[in-house]
């Protein structure tokens, strides 16, 4: 079976720092790439997504991702966090079984917490 | 810009019965999927469907069944309910099979 893996399950850190994190997938055919973001208290938000083209791609507030099909990872990227980043991020890929046919894979997810 | 509104948002059932949840999805969205999420996890993929018809489905079985109405509604039918699948259940839509998904808040189904 498919799989998305997100390695760091909790990840600390203080404003400023840089946030980096990690997302492998294991389809090894075309792939449509996501991170979603659930801050506190709401639904899930599509961060950014990666369809072809650019391997950098920039999202909403400041977050970018890098899709380096060889290591089949989609990692999320933020030079500065801040307090507001406090949430749940999801990475997602979407493929092709078979033409017409999509199928979904989501990761566990990871929870980061910005000190103030 | 009106978003995914999910019904009910908390439902109580009994092991053995059936539920509909319902979705009603972003304007203009013609596809929408359903999604599983159990506490602790990232969402399964149930199905999708783009203009009425399921093109994508999950591993799950049968007894997990959807519509999709002409006018973008959507519904999730699951028979014979069993205590696992107490879980959030996400409708999300998008303007094509594919692409970014707009989420709806979910509807919490404990299964007692």
């Known amino acids: 079976a498919q799989s998305v893996s997100q390695h760091n399950h909790h990840v600390i850190l203080s404003e400023a720092a840089s946030l980096e994190l990690g997302c492998n997938y294991s389809y090894g055919g075309t792939v449509n790439l996501f991170w979603y973001v659930q801050y506190p208290g709401q639904h899930l938000q599509l961060l950014l997504k990666y369809f072809s083209g650019d391997p950098l791609v920039k999202g909403i507030k400041g977050f970018e991702a890098e899709f380096i099909k060889s290591k089949f990872s989609f990692n999320l990227r933020k030079p500065s966090v801040q307090w507001s980043d406090t949430a749940e991020y999801f990475c997602a890929v979407n493929y092709h079984p078979s033409a017409g046919t999509y199928k979904y894979i989501f990761g566990t997810g990871t929870r980061l917490k910005v000190l103030a | 810009e009106t978003g995914v509104t999910q019904s009910p948002t908390h439902l109580i059932k009994t092991r053995g019965q059936q539920v509909t949840l319902r979705c009603s999805s972003q304007?203009?969205?013609?596809?929408v999927s359903w999604y599983q999420q159990a506490l602790g996890q990232g969402p399964q993929f149930i199905f999708q469907?783009?203009?009425?018809?399921?093109?994508g489905r999950g591993n799950f079985p049968p007894r997990f069944s959807g519509l999709q109405f002409p006018n973008y509604s959507s519904e999730l039918n699951v028979n014979a309910l069993e205590l696992d699948d107490s879980a959030l259940y996400l409708c999300?839509?998008?303007?094509?099979?594919?692409?970014?998904?707009?989420f709806g808040s979910g509807t919490r189904l404990t299964v007692v």
């Open positions: 304007s203009g969205h013609n596809t």
């Open positions: 999300a839509s998008s303007l094509v099979p594919g692409g970014g998904y707009t």
């Open positions: 469907y783009y203009r009425e018809e399921e093109n």
